[in-house]
């Protein structure tokens, strides 16, 4: 499986636009980016995922690169319930749909 | 709809013993996928059940395995315990396999062994 890069911590203020990135330089023409967050105490959850085209949802939005070789996640408003560890994970088209975790990004939002 | 749930929440066994953790679908979902989480890490897929066959399988000894049954509940077996295998053992249910179905976590069961 292709590897993504992310940082390890960031932090931002309740309200603000919050900007996570990715790097996945190996990726592959047939691997879709998708994004999974995990809050505290709970298992992680999806939030949005995208081949070549920007992505929004009601929760998120992925702006992905023209080479896809990175892509970053928008949190538009930044909430205290955001606060949680986010993961950027490629998937390709095998017969088994596992996701392959990094360590992810855990984010920090303060009052 | 009823989502993904677990059993037990926590569990405390001891090196050697064997222990079974049970996974419920959410409605609707015929696949099922088991991962392991260690403190501090992402999770770590074991293996994958689809339609009660096993679909796929991580980097995991052959003492963990498992079971999907008729309606689609899953369980988790683990024999002679390491203390390594402690960690949050994640259930995850989709709607079918490949490509690209979003996959719904439960919350967990949180194995120590001592």
């Known amino acids: 499986d292709a590897k993504t890069t992310q940082p390890n911590s960031m932090e931002s203020n309740e309200e603000e636009p919050v900007h996570l990135p990715c790097n996945h330089s190996t990726i592959s023409g047939t691997d879709y980016i998708h994004w999974y967050r995990q809050l505290p105490s709970q298992g992680p959850e999806y939030v949005i995922h995208?081949?070549?085209s920007n992505v929004n949802n009601r929760m998120a939005s992925l702006a992905i690169a023209e080479d896809r070789k990175s892509s970053t996640l928008i949190l538009h408003r930044a909430t205290l319930r955001d606060a949680a560890v986010y993961y950027c994970?490629?998937?390709?088209?095998?017969?088994?749909?596992?996701?392959?975790f990094g360590t992810g990004t855990r984010l920090q939002v303060t009052l | 709809e009823t989502g993904v749930t677990q059993s037990p929440t926590h569990l405390i066994k001891t090196r050697g013993q064997q222990v079974t953790l049970r996974c419920s679908s959410q409605s609707g979902h015929n696949t099922v996928s088991w991962y392991q989480q260690a403190l501090g890490q992402g999770p770590q897929f074991i293996f994958q059940?689809?339609?009660?066959?096993?679909?796929g399988r991580g980097n995991f000894p052959p003492r963990f395995s498992g079971l999907q049954f008729p309606n689609y509940s899953s369980e988790l077996n683990v024999n002679a315990l390491e203390l390594d295998d402690s960690a949050l053992y994640l259930c995850?249910?989709?709607?079918?396999?490949?490509?690209?179905?979003?996959?719904?976590f439960g919350p967990g069961t949180r194995l120590l062994v001592l």
């Open positions: 059940y689809y339609r009660e066959e096993e679909n």
């Open positions: 995850a249910s989709s709607l079918e396999t490949g490509f690209q179905e979003t996959q719904y």
């Open positions: 994970i490629l998937r390709g088209t095998g017969t088994a749909s596992k996701l392959t």
């Open positions: 995208g081949l070549t």
